[in-house]
């Protein structure tokens, strides 16, 4: 079966300092990958996504980016972190990749990353 | 306007009660349809998927109207454990890949 790990499941990290956050995905090949964000009271904002090994789309301009080095590997990172991107981090994956229905089957999500920039 | 609405409650229930949730769309070219619950300072989770002729999975009810651009979820019978935000979800075809498009949640409290 299908799982995504994700980690750290919580960070506090002070203004300035650089951020990486991992996602990785374990029984599936070619999965469509995921970054989203959710601010405390808000909705899920989507911040990333990838199709492919290298492929990454940005949703909304912001002081992150996204790197899919690996098939089952997407990574969140920062070089220099804002008061404002605290926040929920969550990401996602459906198996687009090889089953072309895996989208009527919604997402599966990461336990996610609450991040405190203080 | 939001392509995806919902009421962000909260709705207060009595055990027992039954509860409906709307979520309405603004892109009629959206193919699939999602209610997730999401339980405070957690990852969400599918609830369930929502076809056109409705569908039903034990106490939950969800239906849509193409037509109108909107979804909804029925709870009966409400339990205490169903105290949750419930999240609408759309799902469209964008730039050769599919994009779920998240509502705000709507919330829900069943007191005992």
């Known amino acids: 079966s299908q799982t995504i790990h994700q980690w750290p499941a919580t960070l506090v990290q002070p203004v300035g300092s650089p951020l990486s956050l991992e996602c990785t995905v374990e029984?599936?090949?070619?999965?469509?990958l995921y970054w989203y964000r959710q601010a405390a009271g808000r909705g899920l904002q989507l911040l990333f996504y990838?199709?492919?090994?290298?492929?990454i789309s940005s949703e909304v301009p912001q002081n992150l980016s996204a790197s899919r080095p690996q098939d089952r590997q997407f990574i969140l990172s920062s070089k220099k972190l804002l008061l404002s991107d605290s926040g929920f981090y969550l990401c996602a994956w459906n198996g687009e990749g090889l089953d072309r229905t895996a989208h009527n089957y919604g997402y599966t999500f990461g336990s996610g990353t609450r991040l405190t920039v203080v | 306007r939001k392509e995806v609405e919902q009421d962000p409650g909260p709705f207060n229930v009595p055990e027992g009660a039954t509860v409906a949730f709307n979520c309405t769309y603004s892109?009629?070219?959206?193919?699939?349809f999602f209610w997730y619950r999401q339980d405070c300072r957690k990852e969400p989770k599918l609830l369930m998927s929502v076809y056109s002729s409705g569908n039903e999975d034990g106490r939950f009810t969800a239906q849509l109207n193409r037509a109108s651009q909107y979804i909804s979820l029925l709870i009966r019978d409400s339990k205490l454990s169903d105290s949750a935000t419930y999240l609408c979800v759309v799902n469209m075809r964008s730039s050769g890949t599919y994009k779920y498009i998240f509502g705000t949640g709507t919330r829900l409290k069943v007191l005992a």
């Open positions: 029984g599936t090949s070619n999965p469509n």
């Open positions: 892109n009629s070219a959206s193919q699939s």
């Open positions: 990838s199709v492919g090994i290298g492929q």
